[in-house]
């Protein structure tokens, strides 16, 4: 593609910039994606959970916040115990959640991030409306490798 620039070299940047309709979420998602590996149509990305041998399959929303958890990984993670409901383990740097709703009411499977500690939190039960979490995705099968009541390691990376 040809562009002519007749004016000054500010017009023709400016240009070019509004041709290429850069966007934050998109470069968060070339980034994560690596192109397009792991990511559906609908801008989903499939991810694998493994625990002690035992891959788990779950699927990440198409939302900034989600984009950027895909940014760290393969990521190896502690996750602990909370409130016999859920899974947690510090980040190694907070999320993005521009755009993300105010609160959310977690559901057992759903991969979610809790911005207010910085933490990921998977749910292995229901949980009431909770003001500054974020969903991240869900869990494509059952959760019950989480059922666990020590602290276990848990390596998260984009499937192939």
Request: include cysteine; aromatic fraction near 8%.
């Amino acid at each position: 593609m040809r562009l002519h620039c007749r004016k000054t070299a500010l017009n023709c940047i400016a240009a070019i910039g509004a041709m290429l309709a850069f966007t934050p979420g998109a470069m968060l998602s070339a980034h994560a994606q690596g192109g397009s590996k792991g990511t559906s149509e609908d801008g989903s990305m499939k991810i694998r959970i493994i625990i002690e041998g035992q891959a788990l399959s779950a699927t990440l929303d198409d939302s900034t916040a989600a984009k950027d958890f895909a940014s760290l990984l393969p990521l190896d993670l502690t996750l602990s115990d909370y409130a016999s409901t859920e899974k947690v383990s510090d980040l190694p740097r907070r999320l993005s959640t521009d755009g993300a709703p105010r609160s959310y009411k977690p559901s057992a499977g759903d991969i979610t991030y809790y911005a207010p500690w910085g933490n990921l939190a998977i749910f292995y039960r229901g949980f009431s409306d909770s003001a500054g979490l974020v969903r991240l995705g869900a869990f494509d099968d059952g959760v019950e490798a989480l059922r666990r009541d020590q602290p276990f390691k848990a390596r998260f990376e984009v499937a192939e």
